[in-house]
């Protein structure tokens, strides 16, 4: 079955850098619309930044400026360079299909201290 993988999370002080990495089996994320979503206690999981097959980007407000999505279709991965790190970042982070999505990984924890 399709499975993702999310790695790279960690405990950072604010304004420190994070990269995320999501790697994939069953599944080729050069013809999909990736994703990252986050889930922070007491909230709902909400999207920060999605790519599509065309390298074209988006961010939520939240983070512009902050955070860079990219891929490397040779390893079939996606990352998160996530830079100037606040402690409202802190959350589970998740990788997926924005279009069609696969079974949720388990994500992985950033934690951002003040």
């Known amino acids: 079955q399709a499975q993702l993988v999310e790695s790279g999370g960690g405990l950072v002080q604010a304004g420190g850098s994070l990269r995320l990495s999501c790697a994939g089996s069953?599944?080729?994320?050069?013809?999909?619309?990736m994703g990252w979503y986050r889930q922070a206690p007491g909230k709902q999981r909400e999207l920060v930044a999605d790519?599509?097959?065309?390298?074209?980007?988006n961010y939520a407000d939240s983070v512009k400026g902050r955070f860079t999505i990219s891929r490397d279709n040779v390893k079939d991965a996606v990352y998160l360079q996530m830079n100037s790190l606040k402690p409202e970042d802190t959350a589970v982070y998740y990788c997926?299909?924005?279009?069609?999505?696969?079974?949720w990984g388990q994500g992985t924890q950033v934690t951002v201290s003040s």
């Open positions: 069953g599944v080729i994320f050069n013809i999909r619309r």
């Open positions: 790519i599509d097959s065309g390298d074209d980007t």
């Open positions: 997926n299909d924005l279009l069609r999505s696969i079974n």
